[in-house]
């Protein structure tokens, strides 16, 4: 772990023998700093035990498996099955007595779903013999210089729903008490336009520009009231729905330019890199107070490249190349030849 080299990710190569880069919403979102992206996206350094402590978002991917196999035909019961085994582990993690995000609170609120949300609700598209659930996809956006840029991002499902045909469907579950507020931040969201347009190109192809809808399939959840309880009822649950919701061309084409105006940056800095003027991203580019509210402020408060390898063993496992991409589909890299930067 000492001796890792900040220079040398384990790059993926494209036929062409190009380092691919693959940019998601999430990495999007904190692209500001070229450093976080290089710890982030490219050594892939996580804090030690993260996953599990962050037993939040486990829930939310619990339900997330749930509603997938209910919305596929699975019985109630069957539907349970892969959520709840899932979270078992997050749930035995949780020692704060106050915690509502406990297996028996999901075990409940997927019994709400299911009495109070048909199956009908949404019917998952299929794509061959499967139901379109869970897809990973990359796309291609632009060529640099000996690197390929591919926007990425993993779709819940592609649905019918209600009048519409084809929708894209996210199901988010959330604290928050504020439902309109909530809805509100995913409008003209980094999320919402690389779904809505990895989503059209993967279902309808590479030339298409009439962007699928996106729905959201929110799940309020919070501490179940006495009261309720008292009258035999679970209130820890809500279910809202919010959409369609869709872009124009101009709006998609808008986000685009900004995507390949980043990809541009990143080009300068990784070939920087690769000409040996610098051998990591040195940059400070937190606002406010230095390295606040990032994870990698520990590595950052030391400047010193050799310093932070010292800190790595102790704080940060080192994941894989790009480890917010699981598996890979879409455009093929013949087509990319038209992106360039």
Sequence with gaps: MSDISFSTPEWKLD??????????????????CLRFFYLSSLLGLRRKGAELRNYKAAYGNAFGMFCDDFHSGLSHD???IRAKAYYEKFDEEITDEK?????THLIRTMRKYSQEVTPETFTPLKIGE?????????????????YVYRLAGTIDKFCKYATYPQVIVDDKTTGSYNIKLFFEQYKLSLQMLTYIFLGTKFLKGEDSTDWLPFVINGIFVKYPTKKAEMQGIFDGATFVRHGPEQVTNALMESFLRWVKGICSQLDIMLNLMDSTLIDYPNYNCCSGSFGKGCEFSPLCRFGDVEQMKLMI???YDIGKFSPTIISLSGGSDESLDEYNL
């Design 130 to 146: 499967d139901f379109a659930t869970q897809l990973t996809i990359d796309i291609p956006i632009t060529v640099g210089n000996g």
């Design 313 to 315: 063993p102790s704080i």
């Design 78 to 80: 069957d539907s349970t």
């Design 99 to 103: 915690e509502w995000r406990t297996l």
């Design 15 to 32: 036929e062409q023998g190009r380092k691919i880069v693959y940019l998601t919403p999430s990495i999007l979102k904190d692209i500001k």
